[in-house]
C-alpha cells in the first residue's frame, strides 16, 4: 500500500513539468527560438488587432457622421471651409473632388466630359490610396496566420528527433525519457496555433471591414460625382 500524500505528489510534480514555464526551460535551444518567435508573433498579431479594433471602430463612426453632415449641407465650399481639414477616408475623398473641380472649371473654355473623367480618376485614386492606408500591416496577419502552423510543426519535428536522440542514447522507451521531448514538442505545435487561428479570424474580419467601407466611400464619391455632373450641366 503506497503511503499517503504520495499520489498527490506525484500528481503536482506532472503539472509542474507540464506547465508552459517548465516545458520552455527544458526545449532544445532551437524549439526555444521557435516558441519564442511563436509568441513575439502573438504579441505582434494582438496588437495589430487592437490597433484596427479600437481606431477604425472610431473612424468609421466619424466617417458616417461626416457624410450625413455632408449631404444636408446647402453650401459646399463653406462646408469644405468647416469640415475640409478633417482627417476622414471620405474627407480626403470629398477635397480630392473639390480640388479638382476648382482647376478644371477654372479656365473659360470647359472640357465638360473631360471634368467629369478627371473627378472619377481624382476621386477613385483617393478611395484605393486611403483604403491602403487603412490596411497596412493587415497582411502581417495573413503571414502570421499561414506561417506560424509551420513554425511550430517545425518545432514540433526537432523536438521528437530530441525525444528519439534521448532513446538511443539511454536505450529505454520509458515515458520518463519519451515524455520531456514530446511534451515540448506539442507545446510549440500549440503556440503555433495560438498565433495563427486569432490572425486568420483577424484578417478575415478587418478584410471584410475594409471591403464595406470601400464601397461606402465609393457610393459617397458617385453620389458627390453625380452632383458636380449636375452643377457643371449648368455651366455655359
Given at each position: 500500500m503506497q503511503p499517503d500524500g504520495l499520489i498527490p505528489?506525484?500528481?503536482?510534480?506532472?503539472?509542474?513539468?507540464?506547465?508552459?514555464?517548465?516545458?520552455?526551460?527544458?526545449?532544445d535551444i532551437?524549439?526555444?527560438?521557435?516558441?519564442?518567435?511563436?509568441?513575439?508573433?502573438?504579441?505582434?498579431?494582438?496588437?495589430?488587432?487592437?490597433?484596427h479594433a479600437i481606431g477604425f471602430g472610431r473612424l468609421t463612426k466619424a466617417n458616417d457622421q461626416f457624410e450625413r453632415d455632408f449631404w444636408k449641407s446647402d453650401d459646399v465650399d463653406r462646408f469644405y471651409e468647416d469640415r475640409g481639414r478633417d482627417d476622414?477616408?471620405?474627407?480626403?475623398?470629398?477635397?480630392?473632388?473639390?480640388?479638382?473641380?476648382?482647376?478644371?472649371?477654372?479656365g473659360k473654355a470647359i472640357d465638360k466630359e473631360g471634368v467629369r473623367a478627371r473627378l472619377a480618376t481624382a476621386m477613385g485614386a483617393t478611395v484605393a490610396a486611403e483604403i491602403d492606408?487603412?490596411?497596412?500591416?493587415?497582411?502581417?496577419?495573413?503571414t502570421v496566420g499561414s506561417v506560424a502552423p509551420f513554425v511550430g510543426l517545425f518545432g514540433t519535428v526537432w523536438g521528437i528527433m530530441r525525444s528519439f536522440t534521448d532513446i538511443a542514447g539511454q536505450q529505454s522507451t520509458s515515458l520518463n525519457v519519451v515524455a520531456p521531448g514530446i511534451a515540448e514538442a506539442l507545446f510549440a505545435t500549440a503556440l503555433?496555433?495560438?498565433?495563427?487561428i486569432p490572425a486568420v479570424i483577424a484578417y478575415n474580419r478587418i478584410t471584410?471591414?475594409?471591403?464595406?467601407?470601400?464601397?461606402?466611400?465609393?457610393?459617397?464619391?458617385?453620389?458627390?460625382?453625380?452632383t458636380l455632373s449636375r452643377e457643371l450641366d449648368q455651366e455655359r
Open positions: 505528489a506525484a500528481q503536482t510534480n506532472i503539472a509542474d513539468m507540464m506547465s508552459p514555464i517548465h516545458l520552455f526551460m527544458q526545449a532551437i524549439v526555444k527560438v521557435v516558441m519564442i518567435g511563436l509568441v513575439l508573433a502573438s504579441i505582434w498579431t494582438w496588437a495589430i488587432i487592437s490597433r476622414l477616408p471620405s474627407v480626403k475623398v470629398f477635397a480630392a473632388a473639390l480640388s479638382e473641380w476648382r482647376r478644371s472649371t477654372n492606408r487603412l490596411g497596412d500591416r493587415i497582411n502581417m496577419l495573413a503555433g496555433l495560438f498565433a495563427a471584410h471591414s475594409l471591403n464595406r467601407l470601400e464601397a461606402r466611400l465609393n457610393r459617397f464619391a458617385d453620389g458627390f460625382h453625380a
